[in-house]
Structures are given as C-alpha cells and as structure tokens.
C-alpha cells in the first residue's frame, strides 16, 4: 500500500468517526463543517453572482447536511460527495426560484491592483480573464458545473460524477473535451 493510498484511508477513517459522533451529538458536526465549508463556498460562489448569496447557500447547504446526517450510511460514496449533492442540489433550488447570472470573476480589481506585476502584463491578465469569463458563459450549465465541482469544489472525478449523476469516464471524457475546447478557444 503507498503511502498517499494509507493517509486517505486513516482521513476517511477519522472521517467516518466524525460523522458517527455528529449523528449523536450535533456539536460534533464542527470539524467537519470546517473540513468542508470553503471548498462548498468556492463552489457556489463560483455558480451564483454575489459573495453574500454563496454566503447564503452555503449556511443552507451545512443546515440541510446536518439535517439529513442521520439518514447517511457509508456506502462507497465519500462524504464529501454526498455533501457535495446537497450543494448542487440546494444551488439547483435556488436557480429555480431566482434566476441569477453566473460570476466568474477569479480576482477582484482590488487584488489585481494590489499586485506588484508589471501594468503591461497587467492588462494582458485582465483581457485574458475576460475573454474566459465570456468563453465560460458560452457553456452550457452542465459543463460549468463540473468545471465548478472540479476546480472550485477541488472533487475528483469520482465525486463529481456521484454528484451529477454519471459514470466516472462520462465526467472525465466531458471535463477533458470542456477543457480543450477552452484552450483553443484562449489560443
């Protein structure tokens, strides 16, 4: 066994333990929340416009986890996944009640603007991050999904396809050709 292969499974062991003393004693869901509450913060800012409605989504997201938490078996399916499904399942209710516009907005100005880059490569940058904005924009929902749960969210494929329900090479296959198309795109 490598060592990488061994420090995974003492995590989900330590894992599993943590979600066991959740389901008795609510207080013990804070390790986990804090394992995973900016990964599912990235991954909602990353689908919704404005920091305050990921802000929002997210409490929702650990409120409906810690809800339904006694009703989790381990089954094959990392926690992370199943927390991960709430999330996209509580980002798709939001979109059904409120249509909202997708911000990928990587860097505020103020970061950019604090930086000490040169102004020339600056401004390269910032068309740079735009032409990929718009080029993101142009995708269809699901491929910014799985952009999203891949780079926001940092899933594997493994996690992201329990989250949207396909088969690990379906994923893989769709982020490989998502991704390409964005490089020629950017070239």
């Known amino acids: ?3 990488d292969h061994a420090s995974a499974t003492e995590r989900c062991a330590g894992e599993v333990v943590l979600i066991e003393a ?5 207080a013990a869901f804070e390790p986990l929340y804090q394992h995973y509450m900016a990964r599912i913060y990235r991954y909602l800012y ?16 650990f409120l409906k ?5 006694p009703g989790y078996r381990v089954r094959g399916v990392p926690f992370a996944a199943w927390l991960f499904r709430i999330a996209h399942d509580t980002l798709c209710d939001a979109y059904r009640r409120e249509k909202k516009t997708i911000s990928w907005d990587f860097l505020s ?3 950019l603007l604090a930086s000490d880059v040169d102004p020339e490569l600056l401004v390269l940058q910032q068309e740079q991050q735009e032409q990929l904005k718009r ?3 142009q995708l269809e929902p699901s491929k910014q999904e799985m952009l999203a749960l891949r780079f926001s969210a940092g899933l594997s494929g493994t996690e992201i396809a329990l989250v949207v329900g396909k088969s690990q090479a379906a994923v893989k296959k ?8 964005l490089k020629e ?3």
């Open 46 to 61: 990353m689908r919704v416009s404005h920091a305050e409605d990921a802000a929002d989504l997210t409490q929702q997201v």
């Open 1 to 3: 066994m490598n060592i």
């Open 135 to 137: 080029l993101l924009y």
């Open 65 to 69: 986890a810690l809800h339904a938490l």
């Open 22 to 26: 959740a389901k008795i004693d609510p």
């Open 185 to 187: 795109q950017m070239a």
């Open 109 to 111: 100005d103020d970061e």
């Open 174 to 181: 769709q982020l490989t050709r998502t991704l390409q198309y």
